[in-house]
């Protein structure tokens, strides 16, 4: 398959810390019977995809895929891009076996890159794991959707800082950049953040507070009325304990994005799982968003 422009372009800016750039592929379409399928994939290291599993009680034929990794985790100059191509009508879940550990660094960083083409009728949710950021771990995450007029695309990221010594040292940063744009190229949504472990323990109000567990989840879709997605969502946060949320509006009537503070992952996790839910029941009525095994 050929390497996608997007790849290229971000190896070549990264090229003064490291020329090598990790690439995975999917391409996803729908057959006769309805039922979405891998049409084509390229997957080097340290990239691994499990077959799709079509699970009863989801959308008709949607594709549950689960992205794996046989490196252990990210690494120091790690320069990872997975590309995701939903074709029209399409249907995909697509999330990780595992959380994923972020080692330490001496010098260095990682870059993940993940490009998202939605498109028209098509839906992806890409939900992956939480991050366990390790001491001096310096980790950038981007994610960049092509979104069709009549697409939905689901996104959620979530990490937490892990110190297994016990050293009292924490990562170094985490960056993360999510931008949606139109098929035309147009910036309808950016939401960027960067963060270190100081800020995070310093328990500062308006930031983090008493809540060093954070996970963000991004909802873009026309299908719906953004406004109806925010009422909804707010209230699926009231009914949930031990968690600080709030819900806001994306631009350009977009959709909606949603932020969750936590003491823990347990019960982040359970938000982010109600959250997942009560949209899958705004967008697609009648169908229940069945738990993937972990």
């Given at each position: 398959?050929k390497i996608?422009?997007?790849?290229?372009?971000?190896?070549?800016?990264?090229?003064?810390?490291?020329d090598t750039?990790?690439?995975a592929?999917?391409?996803?379409?729908v057959?006769?019977r309805?039922r979405?399928?891998?049409?084509?994939?390229?997957?080097?290291y340290?990239?691994?995809?499990?077959r799709p599993?079509h699970?009863a009680?989801?959308?008709d034929g949607?594709?549950?895929?689960?992205v794996q990794?046989?490196s252990?985790g990210?690494f120091?100059?790690?320069r990872?891009?997975?590309?995701?191509?939903?074709?029209?009508?399409?249907?995909?879940?697509?999330t990780?076996?595992?959380?994923?550990?972020?080692?330490g660094m001496h010098?260095?960083?990682?870059?993940q890159c993940?490009d998202i083409d939605?498109?028209?009728?098509?839906?992806?949710?890409?939900m992956?794991n939480?991050l366990i950021l390790?001491?001096?771990a310096?980790?950038e995450?981007?994610?960049?959707?092509?979104l069709?007029?009549?697409?939905?695309?689901?996104l959620?990221?979530t990490?937490?800082?892990?110190d297994p010594?016990?050293?009292?040292?924490?990562f170094d940063t985490?960056?993360?950049?999510t931008?949606?744009?139109?098929t035309?190229?147009k910036?309808?949504?950016l939401d960027r953040?960067s963060i270190?472990?100081?800020?995070?323990?310093e328990?500062?109000?308006?930031i983090?507070?008493?809540?060093?567990?954070?996970?963000?989840?991004?909802?873009?879709t026309k299908?719906v009325?953004a406004?109806?997605?925010?009422?909804?969502l707010?209230?699926a946060l009231l009914?949930i304990?031990?968690?600080?949320?709030?819900v806001?509006?994306?631009p350009?009537e977009l959709?909606?994005?949603?932020r969750?503070?936590a003491?823990?992952a347990?019960?982040?996790?359970?938000a982010?799982?109600?959250?997942?839910?009560?949209?899958r029941?705004c967008l697609l009525?009648?169908?229940?968003a069945?738990s993937?095994?972990?």
């Amino acid at each position: 398959m050929k390497i996608d422009a997007r790849a290229t372009q971000l190896r070549e800016i990264a090229a003064d810390e490291s020329d090598t750039w990790h690439h995975a592929a999917l391409v996803f379409a729908v057959d006769t019977r309805g039922r979405t399928y891998i049409k084509s994939q390229f997957g080097g290291y340290p990239f691994h995809f499990c077959r799709p599993f079509h699970l009863a009680g989801d959308p008709d034929g949607m594709a549950t895929v689960y992205v794996q990794s046989c490196s252990g985790g990210v690494f120091e100059q790690d320069r990872l891009a997975l590309r995701i191509d939903a074709t029209a009508r399409s249907h995909v879940h697509m999330t990780t076996a595992a959380s994923t550990i972020v080692h330490g660094m001496h010098a260095g960083r990682a870059i993940q890159c993940v490009d998202i083409d939605v498109g028209e009728g098509a839906l992806v949710e890409y939900m992956p794991n939480m991050l366990i950021l390790f001491p001096q771990a310096r980790m950038e995450s981007n994610v960049t959707v092509r979104l069709a007029a009549s697409g939905t695309v689901v996104l959620c990221d979530t990490f937490i800082a892990h110190d297994p010594s016990a050293s009292g040292c924490g990562f170094d940063t985490l960056t993360c950049t999510t931008a949606i744009h139109s098929t035309a190229g147009k910036v309808l949504a950016l939401d960027r953040y960067s963060i270190n472990a100081d800020t995070l323990y310093e328990c500062i109000p308006g930031i983090t507070g008493m809540l060093p567990v954070v996970g963000n989840f991004i909802v873009a879709t026309k299908v719906v009325p953004a406004q109806d997605l925010l009422e909804e969502l707010r209230r699926a946060l009231l009914g949930i304990s031990a968690i600080y949320g709030g819900v806001s509006l994306l631009p350009n009537e977009l959709g909606i994005a949603v932020r969750v503070l936590a003491d823990d992952a347990i019960p982040l996790n359970n938000a982010l799982d109600t959250l997942w839910r009560r949209t899958r029941e705004c967008l697609l009525v009648g169908s229940a968003a069945i738990s993937r095994r972990k």
